[in-house]
Nanobody, 116 residues
Framework: QVQLVESGGGLVQPGGSLRLSCTVS????????MGWYRRTPGKSARELVA????????NYADSVKGRFTISTDDSENTINLPMSNLMPEDPAVYYC?????????WGQGTQVTVSS
């Protein structure tokens, strides 16, 4: 059974850092595409934050370039998103996603709040 669970969200002050993790129940080498998306308050659609295809280079939304980094840890089966210099426009529910055997899977989301 394919499962993914996000963690690491929370409340942080502007300029602070958080590290999101997505724990995956299957072998990371099987994943074709991995990404983080977010849904900001008042919007119905999720927007891309960062993504990477297997064996490819990471892709980032312009608004997070230089501040967020997508990475994987094959030994722990996690897709990670360290975030630094968090800004007032970053609060959202962040979702992990991946493509496995032609099926896209989504996590339940983790809330990130930026407030002083």
């Amino acid at each position: 059974q394919v499962q993914l669970v996000e963690s690491g969200g929370g409340l942080v002050q502007p300029g602070g850092s958080l590290r999101l993790s997505c724990t995956v129940s299957i072998n990371m080498f099987s994943l074709e595409y991995m990404g983080w998306y977010r849904r900001t308050p008042g919007k119905s659609a999720r927007e891309l934050v960062a993504s990477i295809f297997s064996g490819g280079q990471p892709n980032y939304a312009d608004s997070v370039k230089g501040r967020f980094t997508i990475s994987t840890d094959d030994s722990e089966n996690t897709i990670n998103l360290p975030m630094s210099n968090l800004m007032p426009e970053d609060p959202a529910v962040y979702y992990c996603t991946f493509l496995y055997r032609r099926t896209t899977y989504w996590g339940q989301g983790t809330q990130v709040t930026v407030s002083s």
